[in-house]
């Protein structure tokens, strides 16, 4: 039993690397990180309104307003560029590397493969859970595989999802989340639990932000998301324990970029079977 607490407290303890870095945050910085974490909030809010406007544009001219989307794009690649921007221009300020929000090469390798296999035990639990109950079986999934997707993908396509993937969410999102809010907040209240509570608040209502003009303009059909608030914020409070977990523990925010790009492409892929699974049932 004792061996099993200390194997335990092996795999969750915090790096004395990100302890330290915290320790020496004052409440300036924290100050600067929320922010940075309302800048996003903003951002997110105004980037939403304004695209699902322009699409609306787009849609009731039949798709003869090309100039509608062009400002999307504009606005796609301008929100996470502005926010590192921001985030660069703060640590300007403050006198600080980029190893103080987790860009370091230390700890780079054991923080891609401890992220790596996580997601790998993660991704097949969940698969084992969606194969029987929510997709039919493994056979349903392979005659309804969106091929025409995928075979629709080319150099633009890829980009965007790439950008929007890696960049404009798994980098920006941990950037902010982790990076600049999770560790200063960590360093300068008096119980570190609840900064890890706070933050995964905080990052849970990010997600219904970055929703709200969607449902604000009749579009919410766009985005598919598990039914009940409830789950959604267990869903993403599990989330954000999982990240602080892969970035204090080698104070490496690398690990926790490739986890979250890797889940949201698998749930984007997801997302499109249970479409073509749908479409093929009631059609």
Known sequence: MV???????????VSPDFKAQAAEYEKKDA????????????????????????????????GEESGSLVLVWISFLLRPLVLIGLAMLFLRLRKQGIA???FTKKNLSKSLLLAFVFWVAAALF??????????GGLDVIIRHWPTEFFAGLNGLRIFEH????????????????????GKRLYGTRESRIGSIFLTGFLFTIMHFISALPLHLTGLS??????QGTLS????????HFVHHWLYAKYNNIAGPILFHTLWNIMAFVNGHIYASITAAYFS
């Open 3 to 13: 061996q099993f607490k200390e194997r335990v407290k092996r795999i969750f303890a």
């Open 221 to 226: 059909h766009l985005v598919q998301r598990p």
């Open 100 to 102: 103080s929000v987790g």
């Open 126 to 135: 969940f698969f084992l859970m969606l194969v029987g109950p929510y997709f």
């Open 162 to 181: 790439v950008f929007h993937f890696v960049i404009a969410i798994s980098i920006v999102e941990e950037l902010v989340y982790r990076g600049f809010l």
């Open 232 to 239: 959604l914020i267990v869903l993403y409070m599990i989330f």
């Open 31 to 62: 100050s600067l990180a929320i922010l940075l974490m309302l800048a996003h909030f903003l951002l997110l809010l105004l980037n939403g309104i304004h695209n699902t406007y322009r699409w609306h544009r787009y849609l009731a001219t039949g």
